[in-house]
């Protein structure tokens, strides 16, 4: 969030068709290929296609008639969201279900025009959200084919974050093939909602986490960071305290690549802050937030606050122990396609992004810049956003023609100011879960679960049996 450069938070993944793949005692999986094609909406050069990766497991349908739970992947390779969506692999022998896990065009190894598909404009021109819907679509056509003597099976969408928001619009807009979705951290109204409400969600997270002085420290660290950056001595105090991987030679390395890492590494620990250890974004302990604010406790002042967060930082960027240096260049995991979302942003995934400072939250000031952000999306992509697409082509704050969602948001998640939270639509269930954070309902249980994230699951699956008893007394009604 500096000015100095436009910041876009992530959301917060030869056909070898029949390849298991073990990801560990419990999560195995078919590994397989689908073509389909570029581009969904038009009917000139409509025989260009490309190869879409899906995981499937089919263990515990053993009658070939159960349901198929279906992941709406998301910005990152497919196989991760798979290792982290344990919810998914529990239910399925209670629903005697298939697994489907679909991988989202332009991340993973579905790469529509190989290593060159992020080249230029031209080729990624066609990551979108609705193109890649139409990809699940296809799957499903393929996979569970209806004709007029025999319907599929009932399906069910499940997804977080970004997976979440497709996992509500796959029902939405794809109703004849979705029975039901469970869209958990989907920050569908982010689009329309006041850019500072982020800031201040990820500030509260830090207040409570341990002590407010945590938060506090952080907001002075900013001006603590931009002084010592100002010199070049300064400058050595930081590359000697922080270790950094790359060469640091101006101030704005620190106040631009290293602000914009920080505000990435304090939004990831607020959506992992898991009550026990995980790896997801990166290897943290449980309760990362608390175990960083431990560091911050106190008012610390000068370099000893400098000091103070860089041992708290490597909460994150260093549990394991192993990192020799620190990499600013980049927040997120490798399996997290990072390029990808950035062009999303820049397109049809328009969420502004501001902080206010003064007290407000624990950011410097930074008001959103319309015109900044879109003159350096074209810099960058050759593109400008389209700021209403996501809300024309599905709709936000106003969702009276959906049915069978549970949008479910964890309020310690700084995504969930952007979620549905309330609706008049009874067809539509909400689900808040005080002590959440991103998408934990859809993880696997932990024996230090709060009680009300595995409440949220109890809804999930009361809501699943319900939508599939319904599905096949329509289907023999």
Known sequence: MTSEKSHFPILGFLVICSMMIQISAKYEYQTKYLDVPLDHFTYVNETVTFKMRYLVNDTYNSDGKGPILFYTGNEGDIENFAQNTGFMWEIAPKLKASLVFAEHRYYGKTLPFGNASYDSPKHLGYLTSEQALADFADLLAEINPSNRSSRGRPVIAFGGSYGGMLAAWFRMKYPHLVTGAIASSAPIRQFDTDCGVFSQILTSVFSVAYT???????????????????????????????????????????????????????????????????????????????????????????????????EALSIYSNYTGQTKCLNIANAY????????????????????????????????????????????????????????????????????????????????????GGGVLRS????????LIPEGAHHIDLRAADENDPGSVRGARQVHLQNIQMWIKQYRKRLHG
């Open 333 to 416: 995991d490798d399996n997290m396609g990072t390029s990808g979302w950035d062009f999303q942003s820049c397109t049809e995934m328009w969420m502004p992004m501001c902080s206010e400072g003064s007290g407000k939250d624990m950011f410097p000031k930074k008001p959103w810049d319309e015109k900044k952000f879109s003159d350096d999306c074209f810099k960058r992509f050759g593109v400008r956003p389209k700021k209403n697409a996501a809300l024309t082509a599905y709709g936000g704050l106003h969702l009276d023609g959906a049915s069978n969602i549970v949008f479910s948001n964890g309020l310690m998640d700084p995504w969930s």
């Open 212 to 310: 407010k002085e945590c938060s506090v420290n952080i907001a002075n660290s900013w001006d603590v960071l931009k002084n010592y950056s100002s010199t070049a001595d300064g400058l050595k105090v930081l590359k000697d305290k922080f270790k950094f991987c790359g060469n640091i030679t101006k101030a704005e390395d620190i106040t631009g690549t290293f602000f914009d890492y920080l505000t990435d590494v304090y939004g990831n620990l607020a959506m992992i802050n898991y009550p026990y250890n995980s790896s997801f974004l990166a290897p943290v302990p449980a309760y990362p937030v608390r175990q960083f604010c431990g560091r911050l406790a106190q008012n610390f002042t000068g370099m000893e606050l400098i000091g103070r967060l860089q």
């Open 424 to 431: 008049s639509n009874n067809a539509i269930k909400i689900v």
